[in-house]
C-alpha cells in the first residue's frame, strides 16, 4: 500500500478542486464559508452520516461510498422540494488510507457534483482508529416559505409513492448472501439498486405546491410514511398490491408473501413518500410524465385508529396484513 | 452500565428539547431544516469534527466532549466576525453508550447553547464500533461581505493575537504526564484551559471592519498564522517576547526556552489572531478595553522571504529564533 498522505496535502489534492465553482468556499483554506440562497429563497440543511460496516459494506469501492454519502443526503433535500447547492464533508479516515483509495472517493463526489449540480463548500479530516466515516451537511434551496414538511398531510389526502420500492433491500439481501438468485439481469438491477442510490433531485422540487407532505423512503416504506403520520398526527392506509414493484423485484418475491412484505420495511429506497389532495391528481399525473420517473397512488391518510397504529397495510380484500420486521434485522448486518 | 437507549428515542428525550427555540428545526422530527439569516447579513458554515483519543480524552466527562465539539466549532465563525445562529450535529457512539452519558452530553449542549445563543438544526445519530466522534457543522451570520477571510492582511498590516498563548498546551502536557507541575492554582489554571476552550464569541463579531485578516489558534499560533500568510501570500514576522502568556504560563516556562518556544507553536488556544492596518489601533484598543479581553500586538506582515519560511520569530535583539515541532508531536497523543 502506498505511502498514508498528509492532511493538508490530501485537502489541496484531492478536494480543493471540488470546491471550485464555489466562491463562497475560498479555496477551502479558510476556517469557514460563506453560503448565499438566492433572493426569495429559503435554505434548507439536512445532515446525514454514513458509517462503515453499519451503512455500507467496508471492501465498496471508495466512488460507491463517496456518491452514497453524497446521495442520501440529496435525497433528503429533495423530499422537501428543495435544489441542491452545496455540501460540508467531515471525513473520518482509517490511518492505513492510500492515495489510491482518496483519488477514487474524490472522482466519485466530483461526478455525482456535476450529475446534481452542487459543490463543496469546507469540511474536515481526521485519522480514526475506527470505522471510515462520512459526515455530510447539505445545502439546497427552495421558494420561501414552500419546503414540504412532514407534518402538512391532512384527512383524505392520497399517498403516493415514487419509482419502485424494495429493489435494494433484495440487493442488499443478496449481497449479503441472505438471498440466493441465479446470476443475470436481475440479480444485476437489483445489487445496482443497493449499490447507488437514485435521490429523486430532479423530481423533488416539481412537488413544490402540490404535496402536502413528503419525506424519503430511507428507513422503509412503513417507516417514513410512519414519520408523515406521526408528525401529522393521523394515520394511512395503504394497498399491498398497489405499492409499485419493479419487473426484477416482481420476480423475486413471486410465490413468497413474506418476502413480498418484508419490501415494505426494508429501506434504502430513496424515493419520495407524498401526501397531497384529491384535487391535484391530474398534476401529479402531469408530473410523473413530464419528469419520466413512476409516481404511484398507493392509499389515503386517515384518522389515527386507536390502537395508536399509524400505517395499516390492506390485500384487496381490505383484509388487513401484518408486516412484520425479522428479514429487516437480519438483512441490516454488513459484515 | 445501563440499558443502550433506542436511537428514536434518544432524539426525543435528548437532543429534541436542545431545538426548542429554532422554529425551523421542525422539532427534529423532518428530513431537513430551514434556516434563515436576518435580511442584509451572510451566512457563514463551518465544520469541525472531534473523535475520542485524537482530540480529546475517551475519559473525559461527556459534559465536556459535548461543550468542547461546540466550542472548537465557534471559535471558527467568531475568528471570522460572525455571530452564531445554529449548529446540525452527527454524533457516532459507541454501542455501550449509556442514559447517564447521553444526559450529561446533552447538559453541556443546552449549557453552551444558553451561553452562547444558538440552538440545535438537526443532526444523525449511529452506533459505532469505532471511537466516539462528534461531527459538528456551525451557522452564524455576519454582514453581507463583511466575513474577516484569511486572505485579506497586507504589507505593513500588524498582527494581533487576543488573550494568550500555550495554557492548553501545558494543560494538555501536564494531563498526558509529559509535564510535571506540583498541584496548585497554576497547574488547575492550565488544565482547566485544556479541558475547556473558551471561544472568542463575543469578541469576534466587534473585529469585523478593522481585522483585514484573522484565523482561530486552533492547530497553533505559528500555524495558524501561517495559515493568514499562505492566504495572503505575504510573510510575517513576531517578537517572541511579546507573544502573552498567562502568570501560571509565564511561570511554568521560566528558565526554560525550549518550551517556552513550543508554546508558539502548541495549539488548542482558541483565540483570534488577526491583521489590521496601523490606522486602526486605537479602535483596536478600544474593543479590546471594552470587551475585557487582552489583545497583544506581536508583529506585523511583512512579504514573503525567498526561503518560503511565512512566519518568522525574533528575540528582542532581532535574532532569528527557531521553533522546533518535536514536543508538539509527543504531546498530541491521546492515550
Known sequence: ??????????????????????????????DAAVLRPEPGFDLVVSADAIVAGVHFFTHSPPEYIARRGLRVNLSDIAAKGAVPLAYTLTLQLPS?????????FANGLSDDQQEFGLGLLGGDTTRTDGPLSLSINIFGQVTENNIIIRSGARVGHDVYVTGTIGDAYLGLAVEQGALELPEGQDRMALVDRYCLPQPRVFLGPKLVGYASAAADVSDGLIADLGHICEASVLGAEIGFSSVPLSAAGRRTVTDNQPLHLSLLSGGDDYEIVFTAPETVRDAIEAISRD????????????????????VVIRDDTGNQLEVGNGGYQHFRRYE
Open 1 to 30: 500500500m502506498a505511502q498514508p498522505v498528509d492532511e493538508f496535502d490530501l485537502i489541496a489534492r484531492f478536494f480543493k478542486p471540488l470546491a471550485r465553482d464555489m466562491p463562497g468556499a475560498f479555496g477551502l483554506r479558510d
Open 96 to 104: 492505513e488510507t492510500d492515495e489510491a483509495w482518496l483519488s477514487g
Open 291 to 310: 419528469s419520466g420517473v413512476p409516481i404511484t397512488r398507493i392509499g389515503r391518510m386517515i384518522e389515527r385508529n386507536s390502537a395508536g397504529q399509524s
